[in-house]
Structure formats: structure tokens, C-alpha cells
């Protein structure tokens, strides 16, 4: 991703920089260099990554945030008309859906050597007195 936004910003001129107010101010503070942000602008950081221990909860966790960076790749190639662009987007798209494929097998496996009788799927080792 951060060599696409280098190869599109790399030779803005002045104007282009000025004609929108947000990525003015983006410029001022970044000029066209990477800087970590979620769509809203707010930046990224590690405390947005969740893990709690529990391979059920974490997995779960992993293939919601594999649908959810899908969904930003599926967003982006809905207001990108650059083919170049598209096709790396397509590429990063595809790793996420193989992602998630590849998540929900081992939360598979895993429910598959808990005990099958509990709905909720916890780890029963938690449940022995």
C-alpha cells in the first residue's frame, strides 16, 4: 500500500497539493510519506490489535478483521479507476479472502479437539473442578 501512495504522490505539483484542503494538510505535516491512518484519519497503533489468550476469541477476532480489510479493498476498487492500482488491490483483496479461509479451518480444528457437546465452545480444561 505504501508503495501505491508513493508512486501516486511522487510528482504532485504545488496546485495539486493545495486544490484539496485535506491532503493539504496532510502534506504539511507528512508531505507524501506514509504516515499510518485508518480512513477517518486516525492514526494507527498497536492497541487497535486485540488478542485475549483464548484461541476461540482470537480467531475470531483474526477472521472479522480479515472481512473487515476485504471490505476496505472491495471499497477502494469501487472509486479507483487506475489499473494499476487495481490490480495490486485484487492481489491484497485475494490474500485476505485465503486469509480468512485459512483462520476459519484451524477455528475448525480447534472446536474440533474441544469438547463437542459444549455449544459455546470453551476451553474445557477451564470447566474441570
Not at 8 to 37: C, M, W
Not at 84 to 91: A, H, K, L, Q, S
Request: hydrophobic share 35%; net charge negative; aromatic share 10%.
Amino acid at each position: 500500500m505504501a508503495a501505491i501512495v508513493h508512486q501516486l504522490t511522487r510528482n504532485l505539483t504545488d496546485e495539486q497539493v493545495r486544490k484539496d484542503p485535506l491532503f493539504a494538510s496532510y502534506f504539511v505535516d507528512h508531505t507524501t510519506g506514509i504516515y499510518p491512518q485508518f480512513a477517518s484519519g486516525y492514526p494507527w497503533s498497536a492497541s487497535t490489535m486485540q488478542s485475549t489468550g483464548d484461541v476461540i476469541a482470537d480467531l475470531t477476532e483474526d477472521l472479522a478483521a480479515e472481512q473487515k480489510a476485504r471490505l476496505t479493498y472491495d471499497n477502494i476498487l469501487r472509486l479507483s479507476d487506475d489499473p494499476d492500482v487495481n490490480n495490486v488491490i485484487r492481489f491484497l483483496r485475494e490474500r485476505e479472502v485465503v486469509h480468512f479461509q485459512r483462520f476459519g479451518e484451524c477455528l475448525r480444528l480447534c472446536k474440533e479437539k474441544m469438547n463437542t457437546k459444549n455449544v459455546y465452545y470453551l476451553n474445557p480444561a477451564f470447566d474441570k473442578a
